[in-house]
Each structure stands twice: as C-alpha cells, then as structure tokens.
C-alpha cells in the first residue's frame, strides 16, 4: 500500500530498543514502514516500566524511519490506582486534541488498548471523521483489575469507566487484533457484527532471539551437574516466586540440591522474593536482576526448562515471555490458569500444567521433567516448532498489515 499514512496510537506499550520494556509495537511500526507505509507513532513522554519521563532527546536521535510523537503525560507511581487513570485520561484528551489539530490524512489508525480511554477517544476521531479504526487488544481492562482488586462498591465505581470506554472503542473498531484467542473475542462479546479479526501472538523475533543465543552462550557457565529452571520476566504482583523458591527450597531439603532455579528481571516484589529465599534458607535460587534481551535469550537456551509462574486468579493469557520460552527450545513448566493457555500447552505438547501456588507440586514437576529425559526432549522439540510456525514475527505479524490494507482498500471503495 504505497503512499498510505497510518498513525500507531500507544500510551502504554510503545517502547524503543534503548529503553527497557516491551518492542512489539516498534517491530510493528517498522513493519508497517517496510510494507511502503508513511507511518506515524504517537506515543506518551512517561515510561510505564520505570515510572519515569522518558528520554525523548535520545529516542529521536536514533532517526527511526517513522515519525515519533510524543504526548505530554502527567506522572504516576503505581501500576492500579486513581493516579494512573486520571494520567491515562488526561493522556486521552491530549491524544485526541494533537489529532484533531494535525494536517495529516491518515488512511488508518492502528491503537493498542489498554488505555481504554485512549482508545475510545481515538476510536471516536476515527469514526467521525471515516478512517479504519484498528484495535490491537494487549489487556483486558477492567476484566483483569477487578480479579486483583477487592470485591467493594468503591471498587465497581472505579472500574465503570473503563467498562463504558472499552465498549465505545470495540463497537468502533474497524478490525481487531487480539494477543491470545479470549482477547480477540472480547472485540465482539457485548456488540457482535462481522469485522475482520486476527490472533497475532506477542511472540518474539527468532532471528534476534536466536543471535543472543550465539553471542552470549559462551559467557554463560553452567556445570554439567546441575539443571536449571529458569524464570524471565517481571518481579510482581501476578508472578509467583514465592511458591518457586518454595519448591526449591523444598527439593533442595530433600537433597536435589543440584537443581538451580534462576530468576531473571525485576520489579516491585523483587526485595520482597529475595528475602524470603533468605529467610527458608533457600540456597539453590540465584536473583541475576534485569538482564538484556540477548543474554536473557543464552540464558533460557542453557537453561534445562523455563516456567511461566503465576499466582492464582491471574488475569494473564498469553503474556510476552511465552513467545522468548518456545523460541528457547526448553519445555515449559506452566502454572497460569488460564484456560486458553493451559489448552496450548497440552494441544502443542511443549510442557506441562501445574497448579497455582502448590509447592509440592511445582517441585513434583521439575523433578518428572529432570528425570524424564525423553519427555523433556519431545517437549523441547514441540515448543521451538510452535514458536517457529506461530510465534516468529517475521511471519505471524504479517496479518496485521494485511488487516490494514484490506481496511483501507474497502474504505477506499465506499468513498
């Protein structure tokens, strides 16, 4: 689609590769560009992970192939609380009003949700003024806040909004994209019409992933006695760690003192799990902190298997690191509860299912996986297989392209 305009519309996940956080949305952008698109990325002055301002300065020096916008965002300091709504609203007026008052004729827009007011107030400019309106669903606001906040009529009030603006920017959209299978659905639950609709994995560049594995491999020193369980992701509420170094304080009590769990990352929680390894005098976890993408990667290929560990009731579906698991080549110890994920797991045959926060049984898992050495080795087969076939982006992010073209071709046609 030569000489097509697209704005990419994030406040909450556009992130760029010299900052820490999530890249999908700036693969997306250069996708798009490399597709023949003048792409546009409008995005906050705030960084989400670090709670922080951003360094714009050095982002745009990089001289992106794309046109960078920055939207002023007042600063907030937790992850749920009435800061960061009131943030995400004055966000969305600020978003709205900068698109308003542009001279760009965008042909699409392609905006991630949450923020769901964000992405109301875009849906709405787009449906006023006729441009195809593309949802890319990463979280399911408020369904995922009201399974970690208390049962109150404090808590229904809070949640209200965003109940109304994700149902304005759904029955707006144009087309969805959805990470995991239920987030897609959630486009149409409450307004069914037929509109183009894709699951596009988070999943990860296997190229990059694969480059990591090669240039930090020969750094990492592991002894042939020991076997890793390995952990890569943030440090809080939904994680469970604690239940993990439980389990492996457990097996090392009952004398595998040769399984070595290790956890890479960081986030609110990460003083709180190291104490407590401290405390059940847990010497078999090693906390290596925030470790870069490409040796996270050598870290997950050396490792003996990875594990997806989550805390009961955890709103997650198919978070990033799945995609960064599969490419390794390890099978996967899982104790997220959601369903759509638990069926991958088993449909794929790439590992196993635990149950949440049981620590008997986590520690039950790793020694089946340790001691079965044939099963571990068809799980490993399996999950680099899924993360080739549906997780690589070069391949699997192609959909959403083609979403936008086919979007602008009909609207093109009805004009």
Same mark, same amino acid.
Request: with cysteine.
């Given at each position: ?200 994995? #988070?999943? @990860? %560049? !296997? ?11 020969? =750094?990492?020193? *592991? ?116 369903? #759509?994920? @638990? %069926? !991958? ?11 949440? =926060?049981?620590? *008997? ?55």
């Amino acid at each position: 689609m030569k000489n097509k305009k697209i704005a990419i519309v994030s406040n909450g996940y556009a992130w760029f590769p010299c900052e820490p956080g999530p890249n999908r949305f700036f693969y997306i952008a250069n996708l798009f560009v490399n597709a023949g698109y003048d792409v546009e990325v409008i995005t906050v002055d705030f960084q989400h992970f670090q709670k922080k301002a951003r360094d714009t300065k050095k982002i745009l020096s990089e001289n992106y192939p794309f046109k960078i916008t920055f939207v002023k965002t007042p600063p907030y300091n937790k992850n749920i609380d009435f800061k960061r709504i009131r943030s995400n609203q004055t966000v969305a007026k600020n978003i709205a009003s900068y698109l308003t008052k542009s001279q760009t004729k965008y042909d699409a827009v392609y905006c991630s949700i949450p923020s769901n007011r964000v992405a109301a107030r875009v849906s709405e400019y787009c449906r006023q003024n006729g441009i195809p309106f593309i949802v890319d669903i990463e979280d399911l606001w408020p369904e995922a806040m009201s399974m970690v906040l208390p049962k109150n009529p404090l808590t229904s009030l809070f949640l209200r909004p965003l109940k109304k603006d994700a149902e304005t920017a759904y029955k707006n959209a144009s087309g969805a994209i959805g990470t995991s299978e239920d987030y897609t659905a959630r486009a149409v639950k409450n307004n069914y019409r037929s509109i183009p609709m894709k699951t596009v994995y #988070v999943g @990860c %560049d !296997l190229d990059v992933f694969d480059e990591g594995v090669r240039t930090y491999s020969g =750094e990492i020193e *592991k002894p042939e006695n020991e076997y890793w369980v390995t952990y890569a992701g943030s440090l809080g509420k939904s994680y469970d760690i604690l239940t993990l170094i439980d389990a492996a304080g457990r097996l090392e009590k009952e004398g595998h003192a040769d399984i070595k769990i290790k956890i890479l990352g960081t986030g609110p929680r990460a003083d709180e799990f190291k104490n407590h390894a401290k405390e059940i005098g847990c010497g078999n976890v090693e906390f290596l902190g925030y470790t870069a993408y490409p040796k996270m990667a050598a870290y997950l290929h050396k490792s003996d298997a990875a594990i997806n560990s989550f805390v009961k009731g955890a709103p997650q579906s198919i978070v990033n690191k799945v995609g960064d698991y599969l490419s390794s080549g390890r099978p996967m110890i899982n104790t997220l509860e959601n369903p #759509v994920f @638990c %069926d !991958l797991v088993t449909k794929k045959d790439f590992g196993i299912n635990v149950p949440a =926060e049981d620590a *008997k049984a986590l520690a039950e898992g790793i020694l089946l996986l340790k001691n079965n050495p044939e099963l571990s080795k068809k799980y490993s087969v399996n999950a680099r297989i899924t993360a080739e076939r549906e997780f690589d982006r070069k391949t699997a992010y192609q959909a959403i392209v083609d979403m936008a073209d086919l979007l602008i071709q009909d609207n093109s046609e009805r004009k």
